[in-house]
């Protein structure tokens, strides 16, 4: 898949902006604050209309614009040149694909597969498990439907479970809601387990052609408790009940499951350098990048936010190396890279975009 034209308007501080993304290599090129990464950031919404920077919606509209618009034309590898449609008015958000709305998250999620890279990666490491979750989370649901639909009916029945919790809800209403959300969790357990090895193993050979010398990265998911069967999960949530009405939440289940990282089977968080976690971030979205790839049979666009700057000379190499053949890339950056002859390259400043000769 590749962006060929985006039209935008009342999107964080760019008023209107029309962009030609037709290139194989689009670079957007300014000062700090000018909008390079607002465009990268209402692209990233393509793939599940979530911002890779903020989860507040009500942020992403253009300061005093009831709401934003983007007009995406894509060149998809099955379905060909496709545009896409999206608005939001406060709350109230339309997607249309080829002038067909789309009524649900689920339908739309995955279609249009792009990967950020950016600075807030790093909290991928140093952030609270929320931030693993919710990128394991896309990254499952944008390649398998089950995966999004057995989650959102966990999350679901659990918000049930615990609105019973804190009105004091007897034991019988307990179990029955416990019945309900054992299978969605073991489904969910069960796919997390798949995708984290089948993404583990990618990071190894992405991030083998990063780093300097062989580090051996390990991605491991770190369960909150055993899922592998109702019965199992019928019995964390029935013993747990006690505690879990006291603090009027429930606290064991796939939605306190955490991901570790590691480099030679130590924690990257607490042992590795700067650089490697830096090098470990940019490895791991390009393994989700390979990782769309090989499960829906799409080339996703990468959109590599001001992150090459932030890479050693050997890690920055590395990345190319890396980085998929064929698949559409746009950067942003304060300053032109090396090899600017092969980018379409477009200057940024005040929200307004200028394409060079």
């Known amino acids: 898949m590749r962006f060929l034209h985006l039209r935008l308007r009342q999107f964080r501080n760019i008023d209107f902006a029309e962009i030609e993304l037709e290139a194989d290599r689009t670079f957007l090129v300014g000062a700090n604050g000018q909008g390079k990464s607002n465009l990268l950031e209402a692209l990233g919404l393509i793939t599940a209309l979530r911002s890779f920077r903020t989860q507040r919606t009500g942020a992403l509209a253009r300061r005093g614009a009831p709401g934003y618009a983007g007009l995406y034309t894509v060149d998809h590898d099955r379905q060909g040149e496709t545009t896409v449609k999206l608005e939001q008015s406060g709350k109230a958000r339309t997607v249309e694909v080829d002038g067909e709305p789309v009524r649900r998250l689920g339908d739309f999620i995955g279609r249009f597969p792009v990967v950020p890279l950016h600075a807030g990666d790093l909290m991928l490491l140093r952030g609270s498990p929320a931030e693993r979750r919710r990128f394991l989370d896309l990254t499952l649901a944008a390649v398998d439907g089950a995966y999004y639909a057995a989650l959102r009916s966990y999350h679901r029945g659990l918000a049930e479970r615990n609105r019973l919790l804190k009105r004091g809800g007897g034991a019988a209403e307990l179990a029955a809601f416990e ?46 408790d055993e899922c592998a069967t109702e019965e199992a999960v019928r019995a964390f ?11 009027g939440a429930t606290q064991k289940g796939p939605h306190r499951d955490d991901l570790s990282f590691a480099l030679e089977a130590r924690g990257a968080r607490e042992y590795a350098s700067d650089g490697q976690q830096r090098g470990l971030c940019v490895a791991l979205r390009l393994a989700q990048a390979r990782f769309f790839e090989d499960a829906l049979g799409l080339r996703p666009v990468l959109l590599a ?6 890479l050693d000379p050997h890690r920055k190499a590395g990345f190319w190396r890396a980085c998929p053949a064929g698949f559409q890339i746009i950067a942003t950056g304060t300053e032109l890279p090396p090899d600017a002859s092969v980018w379409a390259v477009w200057r940024v400043a005040a929200g307004r975009f200028n394409r060079e000769a």
Not at 209 to 221: F, S, T, V, W, Y
Not at 237 to 244: F, N
């Open 179 to 224: 019945a309900e959300i054992a299978p969605h969790a073991v489904a969910v357990a069960a796919k997390r387990r798949a995708g984290v090895e089948a993404l583990g193993a990618t990071l190894s050979r992405v991030y083998a052609g990063i780093a300097e010398k062989e580090e051996g990265p390990r991605l491991r998911l770190r369960p909150s």
């Open 237 to 247: 949530l029935r013993d747990g009940r006690a505690r879990d009405a006291l603090l």
């Open 305 to 310: 936010d001001d992150v090459l700057g932030e």
